[in-house]
């Protein structure tokens, strides 16, 4: 023990998972908040910042860029399911707008039909749009930030780190 350690004692089972269960709820919100930049920043590189995608290029000049599939993307609060917690990271489509503009593509509509596109978006984008008009593969770009997360421990090491700071021992 040295000094300056933080020793905090229960003098019952349910106060230490209580207190377990805040340190929890309050970490899970914090690295899912992480994930969820970090899904922003894939998005910008991968999909707004390849050629013909960024807002400066020449080529894009028929649409307007919104970013709002950017500021659409978010952290649900935590659920606890038995001894299971989760956040959830995600697409609310119901953020962004659908809208036409004079001589451009009308935004988050189909250019064909006018219909509203905002739910498929995020799917065209990972997984490929089959357009005739506009065809692209997909970008993998959540699958690809779930394989790294995983890979590399991030939510184990997020919370070993969290739980030392509180003065717990972990063994990983």
């Known amino acids: 023990m040295n000094e300056g350690d933080i020793i905090k004692t229960f003098s019952n089972w349910k106060d230490l998972e209580k207190y377990l269960t805040s340190i929890i709820n309050a970490e899970i919100q914090k690295v899912g908040e992480e994930v969820r930049k970090a899904l ?3 998005l910008k590189a991968k999909f707004y910042g390849r050629v013909g995608y960024h807002q400066n290029q020449e080529s894009t000049g028929w649409y307007d860029r919104t970013f709002q599939l950017l500021e659409c993307i978010t952290l649900s609060p935590t659920n606890i399911n038995g001894n299971e917690y989760s956040v959830r990271i995600f697409y609310d489509s119901d953020k962004m707008t659908t809208f036409s ?3 451009k ?3 988050h509509e ?3 039909d006018g219909r509203d ?3 498929a978006l995020p799917e065209v984008i990972e997984y490929g749009n089959p357009s005739p008009i506009y065809e692209w593969k997909g970008f993998d770009i959540v699958g ?4 790294r997360l995983i890979d590399d421990k991030v939510v184990l090491q997020w919370f070993v780190k969290a739980l030392e700071k509180k003065g717990f021992k972990c063994i990983v």
Do not use: N, P, V
């Open 101 to 103: 503009t004079e001589g």
């Open 144 to 147: 690809d930030l779930a394989d």
């Open 117 to 119: 596109f905002r739910k």
């Open 40 to 42: 922003k920043q894939e």
């Open 105 to 107: 593509w009308s935004t």
């Open 110 to 112: 189909s250019i064909i």
